[in-house]
């Protein structure tokens, strides 16, 4: 069964330091990797994705993230964040396998300090 | 493009009352998903729609009925819910399920509360 473990609940950064969020998964194939960021009572919106290729994966709103399968990570990398970026952010793993039914981790919500 | 529209955006009903939920993508996108999401949680899969056929429904009450009218509509018909039912519900499309690796766009979903 797949699964994802995003250990951090909850990360407080300052405006304008850099951010990293863990990403650890269980998929059994050819993992595909996904963030997506929720702001407070809205939709999921796509921040990048890793299917095959470039390890390094670029994204909207100046987000990275690398995929390492010897240590089955994807974490979500941005250089200087800014107060815009307070949400809540979900790694997810899908594929073939899986009939491409995405399995969510829990979960980690960003807080930015002025 | 990759909106995915979903009305309402809140809807508050009674245990008793029939009420649905609509969602909506014109990106030609030929699957279809329904995902509940209560606070603080991830989103959870509640039904797959495939060329409109439904082809997932992760033991969902049967208080909760999907339908897929055509490739660009998808509802939620909703009867007899009951408190624990509150939640964001998130509708989501992608290209397809079969083949090669999808994208999931979601809707910014409908805030539904029970009383």
């Known amino acids: 069964a797949q699964s994802v473990t995003q250990p951090d609940i909850h990360i407080t950064v300052s405006e304008g330091a850099s951010l990293e969020l863990r990403c650890n998964y269980s998929y059994g194939a050819t993992p595909y990797l996904f963030w997506y960021v929720q702001s407070p009572g809205q939709g999921l919106q796509l921040l990048l994705k890793y299917f095959s290729g470039d390890t390094l994966v670029q994204g909207i709103k100046g987000f990275e993230a690398e995929f390492k399968r010897s240590q089955s990570s994807f974490n979500l990398r941005k250089p200087s964040v800014h107060w815009s970026d307070a949400a809540e952010y979900f790694c997810?793993?899908?594929?073939?396998?899986?009939?491409?039914?995405?399995?969510f981790g829990g979960g980690t919500r960003v807080l930015v300090k002025p | 493009d990759t909106e995915v529209t979903q009305t309402p955006k809140h809807l508050v009903m009674g245990m008793t009352n029939k009420k649905s939920l609509k969602c909506e993508q014109h990106?030609?996108?030929?699957?279809m998903y329904w995902y509940k999401q209560k606070a603080k949680k991830p989103p959870e899969l509640m039904f797959v729609y495939s060329y409109e056929k439904l082809s997932i429904n992760e033991s969902v009450p049967s208080r909760f009925s999907p339908e897929c009218p055509n490739s660009s509509l998808l509802n939620l018909h909703l009867h007899a819910l009951q408190p624990e039912d509150s939640a964001l519900y998130l509708c989501?499309?992608?290209?397809?399920?079969?083949?090669?690796?999808?994208?999931?766009?979601f809707g910014p979903g409908t805030r539904l509360l029970v009383l």
């Open positions: 989501a499309s992608s290209q397809d399920v079969t083949g090669g690796p999808e994208t999931q766009y």
């Open positions: 997810a793993v899908g594929g073939k396998a899986a009939g491409n039914k995405l399995t």
């Open positions: 990106m030609g996108h030929r699957a």
